[in-house]
């Protein structure tokens, strides 16, 4: 039986959606540099009350910067390129290759009824996204 990504893609973003997956790029790096730079900034400026006040205000400036950084799962997914898809749906496809399905509706079914089957995807997608774009997928509560 022929595969389709679609598929595969739709069971993703399902379950992707049910354990309420984000993604995090990473970018406190920046944030960092800039609370830094506002510190030494003040510094020069201020002496030691620069610093602090550099610091408080580069804190501030850098935690706005990076606020947003977590999108949902099934949107990147959805934003993602062609070929990409095809190496996450390959991941996947490796963990349901033994089952018997019809339409995503039927696979996501036979997954979503199988707790291990549901974790393997899952690990599969945090796998995918940590190594292929250096990105750390993250439960919202």
Known sequence: ????????????CH???VE??????KGSGKGAVVAGAMAFAGGLL???LGIAAGAAVGGCLGAWMTSGQFKPLPQIIMELP???QQILSADVRNIVQHLDWTDAAQL???????????????????AFFLKQLNAEVRHID
């Open 20 to 25: 309420k997956l984000q993604v995090a790029v």
């Open 1 to 12: 039986m022929p595969v389709h990504i679609d598929d595969l893609m739709r069971l993703v």
């Open 46 to 48: 201020g002496g030691p």
């Open 15 to 17: 379950v992707s959606e």
């Open 82 to 84: 062609p070929n990409q």
């Open 108 to 126: 996501i079914a036979l997954v979503m009824g199988n707790a291990g089957l549901q974790k393997e995807v899952v690990a599969a997608i945090s």
